[in-house]
């Protein structure tokens, strides 16, 4: 008896559906957007149905190892009115259990890492239930979804401000359920930019947890402390203050003592610390500093992918911020590719380790600081906005004080061959 493990499959089912696709072409788009080639059990028949979405539908222009009687014999005894959408239906289910099982053995493989019984359960119970697709029935009715949206005009959901009008008027606040990535290279200000959004969102009365797997909670607080005193972040490292700073620290540290934000500092953070730490948060925002340094869970590490893990830790956010109805701010890192392109501009194709990241997030931000302009320039893009329009801001960081803000007619205005020009071209 072999103890090969078998993945659950149909190659009839699968051969009668790319029969039925073969015999009328036209019913290609009852099933394009509903299947693809991953979701047939062998190798040979998701390559057929990848030539079918490409346009290639007959055993002529066909390009797959099928001997050309065994793509003949697709078309034998298919019924012209073989219900196409049921077998689809089941297709699907048999490529779900494939994704469970593998899951599951991913699970097993990782069961001896370093990581809690606990973290490990939810984890995999969370990737199991994104490995099966939402029910294909039971939607809502129009006259039900058109209801529900007529009551959030009356009773809205309370958007957090990200601390930058034009951001918030563009509609760009951060909205529970979502999920915003703030992209860019090292050292282009995304700390300081997060920082300064969350501060913006506690200020406004909404919780804040600041997940810092990078700097120290005391970093952190010093460049929250100068750039709301305006005293100098190198006079403040230096511990060399006047008796006018001290005053202006003091009060900002009177000021700040009450606003419900919390800052955790701790390393190898994982999927499942956070999602305790927003457990009865609705309503707040946690903000992640930065994605890549996210412990993977034990069932994205089984995979031996890098962007296996990213695109994991990725869905483990969104899902945080769906299940508790909560804002994600993830901060994520740019390639180095972008450093070597002619125009320097950044686009989504650079995010690091994963495309999943771009797929997951409602809106996508990319901050890029151009210091070697004869103005320096600071642009935040708005690459990507489910439910709002694209754009950019032009930003002015100010060193002295780890602080930005939108430019304002009396700061010196960039060249018209600054970054910022070349970023309205996109």
């Known amino acids: ?99 469970i099982m593998q ?19 939810a984890t995999v119970v969370q990737n199991i239930k994104s490995s099966v697709r939402q029910a294909r029935r039971g939607g809502k009715t129009l006259s039900d979804a058109i209801s529900e949206m007529m009551s959030e005009l009356d009773y809205p959901v309370g958007v957090l401000p990200t601390g930058f009008p034009t951001l918030d008027r563009m509609g760009a606040g951060y909205r529970p359920g979502e999920l915003t990535v703030l992209a860019g290279r090292p050292s282009h200000g995304k700390t300081a930019w997060a920082l300064q959004s969350a501060l913006a969102v506690a200020k406004a009365g909404n919780s804040v947890w600041f997940a810092s797997m990078e700097m120290t909670s005391s970093s952190l607080s010093m460049r929250l402390l100068s750039s709301e005193s305006s005293v100098s972040f190198s006079s403040l490292r230096r511990s060399d203050l006047s008796e006018a700073e001290y005053k202006r620290l003091s009060e900002s540290v009177g000021g700040m003592g009450s606003l419900p934000m919390q800052i ?36 994205a590490r089984a995979y031996r992918s890098r962007e296996a893990e990213v ?35 950044p686009k989504l194709a650079d995010l690091r380790d994963s495309g999943r990241i771009e797929q997951d997030a409602d809106i996508c931000f990319i901050i890029h600081r151009d210091d070697e302009a004869i103005v320096p320039t600071t642009t935040l893009a708005i690459r990507k906005f489910r439910n709002g329009p694209l754009g950019e801001v032009d930003l002015v960081f100010d060193g002295e004080i780890q602080k930005f803000h939108e430019r304002r007619p009396d700061d010196p205005q960039p060249q018209p061959d600054s970054i910022a020009s070349k970023v309205k071209s996109w």
């Open 1 to 99: 008896m072999s103890d090969e493990l078998i993945y659950p499959h149909d190659l009839e089912l699968e051969r009668a559906i790319l029969g039925a696709i073969m015999i009328q072409p036209e019913r290609l788009g009852e099933v394009r957007d509903r299947i693809s080639p991953d979701d047939f059990y062998r190798h040979v028949h998701a390559e057929l149905y990848s030539e079918y979405v490409a346009g290639k539908i007959t055993p002529f222009t066909a390009k797959t190892e099928m001997s050309p009687a065994e793509m003949s014999g697709l078309m034998d005894g298919i019924p012209r009115s073989f219900d196409l959408q049921n077998a689809t239906d089941y297709l699907m289910d048999l490529s779900d259990r494939r994704r």
């Open 103 to 121: 899951t599951l053995q991913a699970a097993v493989a990782g069961i001896t890492d370093p990581e809690s019984s606990e973290e490990l359960a």
């Open 311 to 345: 695109g994991a830790m990725s869905q483990g956010l969104k899902a945080i911020a769906h299940d508790n109805k909560c804002a994600v701010l993830a901060l994520c890192q740019l390639n180095r590719g972008v450093e070597h392109r002619r125009d320097g501009v």
């Open 264 to 299: 955790d500092d701790k390393s190898g953070l994982s999927l499942g610390d956070l999602r305790r730490a927003m457990a009865g948060q609705a309503g707040s925002l946690l903000v992640v500093d930065y994605l890549q340094l996210l412990q993977p869970p034990a069932y």
